[in-house]
């Protein structure tokens, strides 16, 4: 089992970066492959990005490939989100999610433990 804390969120103007952070529990977050979703108000959560265990490969949601990237630090049990040129759009509770698969996958109810979300708010 594993115990996901994310952190970072904040105001932002539109334009501007922000990096998340997850932090993870225990000594298996290595076999983990990790995925960061989104819910903005009244619509329903949805895939961002993803890494595999290893960190070499990554999948992005069109909506914000070449904007964000996704990486992890698997000796700090840290999976972490850039976002660069954030949009009112990417405006959302951000939620980072652990998988024990070894695909990527957008579906929500593919992954098996999420954390409680940190809230991202992009100003225009």
């Known amino acids: 089992q594993v115990q996901l804390v994310e952190s970072g969120g904040g105001l932002v103007q539109a334009g501007g970066s922000l990096r998340l952070s997850c932090a993870a529990s225990?000594?298996?977050?290595?076999?983990?492959?990790m995925g960061w979703f989104r819910q903005a108000p009244g619509k329903e959560r949805e895939f961002v990005a993803a890494i595999n265990q290893s960190g070499g490969g990554t999948y992005y949601a069109d909506s914000v490939k070449g904007r964000v990237f996704i990486s992890r630090d698997n000796a700090k049990n840290t999976v972490y989100l850039q976002m660069n040129s954030l949009k009112a759009e990417d405006t959302g509770v951000y939620y980072c999610a652990a998988t024990r698969a070894y695909y990527y996958s957008r579906r929500v109810d593919e992954y098996d433990y999420w954390g409680q979300g940190t809230l991202v708010t992009v100003s225009s």
């Open positions: 225990g000594r298996t977050f290595s076999s983990y492959l």
